[in-house]
């Protein structure tokens, strides 16, 4: 487009550092330790809740004053797959270019964490071009995207600038935005077409900040007030961006112009809504995603010689083991005791012939009942065991760290930057338990390794390929572990015995809602968090443990229906 866009990304960058002043600040120092997380319970007054690891998490006062008490609400740029199923949906063009964009980076393992989504120069160089594309793309069908040609040139363009413009900054236009997006019609008109100077107005709007950040700017209702409740328009934005990973629709545009989603009892109409959209699963599988790591397997290689079996179609049945399952038990059962104690998957013929278990009679993926004292949840899928294991051997930290960071929502140091971390090696007559037993006898390395190899080490019973074993080089296996630094500890035997543990555990639940409430919201959680936190818990507990209620529930919450406008506490 005649060498416009790169001007108009400056203006959009002027414009977004203007707009970061407004915004919440980012937490400096937290109170709360990323990924602690423990009991529900508190002590009152203004007293603590203890985590996993034995932080405390200070708690605000008195949670039952109902007064908003917000955590801070950080500007958040679109990541990837947001950013791509917004531009699919607003233009309705081939969107596969963004795969090709820089990969977000990760925050407490999500890419909507607003604090690591910044924008590199390689980032705005592929949204510069991306915008150009995609606005020559949406031009293939003129006649649909404006149908106001009729009314002349300049009449036409302002009403496109508007109509289109509420869509993709997802807010009604200022004088002043209409006045700006019309002059860059209007000089791409200039020694042009009428179209060219839309397909300008697009480019300046898929660059601007407003549609690349999730811009939050409501007044308060006096100059004192400390939290703002969001506007209608923001909250159609957070509602859609949770419930769906896009824009909002024509629907939640409506609802928000007719001032109708402030109300909690309109929010939750509206939600009940956003959840039977088939749109809705997508947004459920991008979160199960990146809190499991479901796809990680797809990138783990084996020793060939050692698991020739381990080939490329097993690898991914056994992530559409793992991403069947959790939709399985998210949408017809919901239950997170389901979640870590099911003693059923889902598996196409060959891989229930790969895990030595009788195959489902039908073509496809399909409920097959497992051996309860082998199998039960997610912590004993395939997926899992053999993405945290090594090429040669299975891997008591990996699998461990894991549980331990994931499940029980607590953040392990990262080791010694001077430690040379070598797998020990594998040799005949040698289990893995015997070879990593130096690291609970090294000082250096117990206070950690107890965390994370009590916990990994029942999982000894799985095969670096997450098959069920007996022996292990020779030997037989050892499975028996230690839980540490929880509600559920002791000695157990084996995976299954684990998942017991885990599905049994008040740490383990409220990390679940901890993990939903990060996602939700594009941040840790804070100091300033601890009542919404301890009301979700406890609505989690009496709704019976519902995971699809406690997603209503967390856009009813202080967190998402309100922002601070001193940066919410540390």
């Known amino acids: 487009m ?8 400056a203006v959009a960058g002027l414009g977004l550092s203007a707009l970061v002043g407004c915004q919440a600040a980012p937490a400096g120092g937290n109170g709360t330790q990323p990924g602690s997380g423990g009991s529900t319970s508190a002590t009152g007054g203004s007293g603590s809740v203890t985590g996993g690891s034995g932080t405390i998490i200070s708690m605000p006062g008195d949670c039952t004053n109902t007064s908003p008490k917000p955590g801070r609400s950080p500007l958040r740029r679109l990541n990837r797959a947001e950013y791509k199923a917004t531009v699919q949906d607003l233009l309705g063009v081939d969107t596969t270019t963004v795969d090709t964009f820089p990969p977000d980076n990760s925050g407490l393992g999500f890419t909507n964490n607003a604090d690591v989504l910044s924008v590199t120069n390689l ?42 413009g509420l869509r993709a900054l997802r807010h009604p236009l200022s004088d002043a935005d209409n006045t700006t997006y019309f002059n860059l019609f209007a000089a791409g008109k200039t020694g042009g077409t009428f179209a060219d100077g839309i397909e ?70 509206q939600v ?93 993926f399909q409920k097959v009942m497992l051996d309860p004292t082998q199998r039960a949840g997610i912590a004993t899928q395939g997926a899992f065991l053999t993405a945290f294991a090594k090429p040669n051997q299975s891997s008591p930290v990996l699998r461990g760290k894991f549980v331990r960071e994931q499940f029980f929502c607590t953040k392990l140091p990262d080791p010694p930057a001077n430690l040379v971390i070598v797998a020990p090696v594998v040799a005949p007559g040698s289990t893995t338990r015997q070879r990593f037993a130096q690291h609970e006898k090294d000082p250096m390395c117990a206070s950690c390794h107890t965390l994370m190899d009590g916990l990994g080490m029942g999982f000894e019973a799985y095969d670096p390929i997450g098959r069920w074993r007996t022996q292990d080089q020779g030997l037989p296996v050892d499975s028996s572990g230690t839980v540490v630094g929880t509600d559920v500890d002791g000695m157990f035997t084996g995976g299954a015995e684990l998942a017991s543990k885990l599905a049994q555990s008040g740490q383990v639940r409220a990390c679940v809602v901890k993990q939903w409430f990060r996602y939700a919201n594009g941040r840790q959680e804070i100091d300033a968090d601890s009542c919404t936190l301890q009301n979700l818990n406890t609505e989690f507990d009496t709704g019976g443990h519902d995971m699809r209620d406690l997603r209503v529930k967390i856009a009813l919450s202080d967190a998402f229906r309100f922002r601070s406008l001193h940066g919410g506490g540390k």
């Open 2 to 9: 005649r060498g416009v866009s790169g001007g108009w990304l």
């Open 123 to 164: 980032l705005a160089e592929a949204y510069m071009t991306g915008s150009e594309g995609f606005a020559k793309a949406a031009l293939a069908n003129l006649a649909t995207l404006i149908p106001c040609a009729a009314v002349g040139d300049d009449a036409c363009a302002k009403q496109f600038i508007a109509d289109f």
């Open 200 to 269: 300008l107005v697009i480019e300046g709007m898929l660059q601007s900040a407003d549609f690349l950040y999730r811009v939050e700017q409501s007044d308060p209702a006096a100059p004192a007030d400390a939290v703002v409740a969001v506007s209608d328009f923001e909250m159609a934005t957070r509602l859609s961006y949770f419930f769906w990973g896009t824009m909002p629709d024509k629907t939640l545009f409506d609802a928000a112009a007719a001032k109708k989603l402030t109300a909690p009892a309109d929010i939750e109409a």
């Open 272 to 364: 009940t809504r956003l959840l039977a959209d088939p749109k809705a699963k997508s947004a459920v599988a991008q979160f199960h995603g990146e809190w499991l790591a479901t796809g990680q397997v797809s990138g783990v290689d084996k020793d060939g010689g050692m698991f020739p079996e381990f080939t490329p179609a097993i690898r991914a049945a056994m992530r559409q083991e793992v991403e069947t399952f959790v939709d399985q038990v998210f949408w017809t059962d919901g239950k997170f005791e389901t979640l870590f104690s099911a003693p059923y998957s889902y598996l196409n013929q060959e891989l229930a012939t790969f895990y030595g278990v009788a195959a489902p009679a039908g073509a496809g």
